[in-house]
């Protein structure tokens, strides 16, 4: 399925103009782009997958308790083990010091004194983060997330996106005092392939996809695997075609700039594992490419979710446990929390409808996360709108 995210050309020019500064005054070091990981497997129907799933924790949202901008001691409670660690709210995002957490999940940090780069380490899991830079890693597949920064001498990362990357669910206790604890994940290496290299000028990019292992079920993983390999390659054979003609009609080919080699046509790929517990996996991966000033840049966003034994591809009803009228409860499930305002001040006047063109979907703590990418009048916001919903709201045994 192709879903247009809606993302201005000129905030994709504007940040890699940012970008390019940034390199060339700073010096900061790209972060290598390194792994993710996972956890223990089971076969499930459908039905079963619903009960299973529904029952998982939810975890509520970080509220920010503590003052914006202003540094408060708070209280963590990690795997039994409390500390108290610096955090502050900005911008409605909790900002934590980032060595005492990290040391406290079992991470080795290194860092790379002079280059901004930092390395947190344990068995299954690498995350690489650079100071002030939006990407990271996780076992090699790279996302964008908040920027990392020094505040008096000390490295604050935004505590969600951490406790995401390292496989954490977060409980807000009280005023200024959190619990984290790690989820149950299948048994299960999630790591990054190869690269899959253009370098013909005025474009050149390298795309990496997830490659699973470590799996009892290998004919399952092996034929996930075959599918994300195909997928990847097919972006890759698409992106050369479509830019190759896409210079061919630019109007100003003498005229563009090459700030630090950030040429104007490209694709990226960002990958983010939603869901891997209970036999299932649940990832999406975020396309961007970039085509110069001859064509409207393009930002797709495609998402799967697996069962890991069979290697099959799970729809929308069999995770609904087959209930015959799961389309029709979530689109008025969705339409009611647009009508109420629950939704958000940029959600759609309308949802357009649960697999539709331009609508998608992924596993995320027990719910279905339902996306729209549309660029069309009503949708105001620069992203993807999305919604959350409890597999139990729309499973068969509601009705």
Known sequence: MSLPIQKSQKQVRIFRLTAACMLLSICLATPARVSADAGAVSRMSGGQAAKAIS?????????????????????????????????????????????????AMGYTVEDQAGTGDLTLSKPRRVIKLTLYNSSYSVNGLTSSAKTPFVRAGSTYVPLRQLATMSGYDIVLKGKNSYLLHS?????????????????????????????????AHKEGIDKI??????????????????LAQ??????????????????????????TIAYNEKGLLSLYADTYQYMGESKQDKSIRYSWTFDLATGEELSLQQLAGNNPNY????NQYINLKIASGEAGSFAPLQFPGIETSSTGWYLLDGRIVVYVQQVAAHFIHDGIFEMRIPLSRISETEN
């Open 55 to 103: 029952g998982s924790a939810i975890k509520p949202q970080v509220a920010a308790a503590v003052s914006p901008y202003a540094p408060v001691l708070t209280t963590f409670n990690i795997e039994g083990k409390q500390l108290k660690a610096l955090a502050y709210s900005a911008d409605g995002t909790l900002l934590v010091q980032l060595m005492p957490i990290a040391r």
């Open 183 to 215: 989820r149950p994940e299948n048994e299960l290496t999630i790591s990054a392939s190869g690269e899959l290299a253009v370098t013909t000028e005025p474009y050149s990019f390298s795309i990496r996809y997830p490659v699973l292992s470590g799996s």
């Open 225 to 242: 695997n075959h599918f994300l390999q195909n997928k990847a390659e097919g972006w890759k054979t698409q992106a050369e075609q479509e």
């Open 246 to 271: 896409a210079w061919a009609a630019h109007p100003n080919k003498d005229k563009i700039i090459d700030y630090a080699h950030i040429l104007p046509y490209g694709l990226q790929v960002e990958w």
């Open 327 to 330: 389309q029709t409860q979530i």
